[in-house]
């Protein structure tokens, strides 16, 4: 059983076709999105028709929860660029369009091959806006889990890659599709990377195993997204994505 762990989208229609085409060569069984799906690029309409046609079970990460709870934002980031680009997608996006976002859950469990647990969520089982890190302390990292247990426990939100054994079981990041980070930012302008991440869990007769992939994304049909994009992030990641 090979389940493909995609995460933090953020609009970004070229990564997703590179990194959903992987998936299908490495020969996932299905596919599944931690969060973040449509805000902060330019083809939002596009990724959440992709997953829906897909069928793709998804969690509600933080930026998916600022599309229909706009107030929520200010408890998390008061920067103004990306205040007004969260305003940008939601005009974008019709009834129907909020209300699947709406319907994305908080948190998910799989049943893997020979009793094994791959337990999902955003940020935390506790948050969808705490970040769990390569070098959280553990004592921390249990406050985080909440007490929840699995044998593989993944979650997005950070933006970069992880996979981390927490008191025998494996904590994993798949990193981002459409905005993965060259190193943790804290809420500081991130320097973006080139390709496109996400995690394949294998599970069988009872082996689990966790790879963190990275793809090769069509730079030349990601600028020509931005080209026309109105954003007010466009500047940004044009400069980024030269």
């Known amino acids: 059983m090979r389940v493909a762990l995609i995460s933090d989208l953020h609009g970004n229609e070229a990564a ?9 060569r490495a020969g996932a069984d299905r596919v599944v999105c ?3 799906v449509a805000t902060l690029g330019p083809r939002p309409r596009e990724v959440l028709a992709r ?3 897909l069928g793709c079970e998804c969690i509600l990460g933080n930026h998916d929860e600022f599309l229909f709870n706009a107030p ?3 408890s998390y980031s008061e920067a103004q660029v990306i205040v007004d ?3 940008w997608c939601r005009a974008q996006l019709s009834a129907d ?3 699947f976002v709406r319907s994305f859950k908080s948190e998910s469990s799989i049943a893997l091959d020979g009793g094994a647990t791959l337990l999902l969520f955003h940020g935390s089982p ?3 806006m705490e970040d769990l890190l390569a070098t959280t302390p553990p004592d921390e990292l249990d406050r985080f889990l909440d007490g929840r247990a699995a044998t593989v426990m993944a979650g997005g939100h950070t933006h970069v890659q992880m996979a981390r054994q927490h008191r025998g079981m494996l904590l994993v990041n798949p990193g981002s599709v459409g905005l993965p980070f060259k190193e943790y930012v804290a809420g500081k302008t991130p320097t973006l ?14 082996a689990v195993g966790v790879n963190l992939r990275r793809v090769a994304v069509d730079g030349r049909a990601h600028r020509a997204s931005l080209e026309h994009w109105d954003s007010p992030l466009r500047a940004m990641l044009m400069q980024q994505y030269v």
């Not at 997703?16 to 299908?24: F, N, P, Q, S």
């Not at 990377?193 to 009872?206: D, F, I, K, P, T």
């Open 34 to 36: 931690l969060g973040d």
């Open 51 to 53: 997953l829906r046609a």
């Open 193 to 206: 990377m080139g390709h496109a991440e996400y995690a394949l869990v294998e599970s069988q007769n009872g």
């Open 97 to 99: 369009e909020l209300a």
């Open 126 to 128: 506790r948050s969808h």
């Open 16 to 24: 997703l076709d590179a990194v959903l085409a992987d998936a299908a």
């Open 72 to 74: 929520l934002i200010h």
């Open 85 to 87: 680009a969260v305003d």
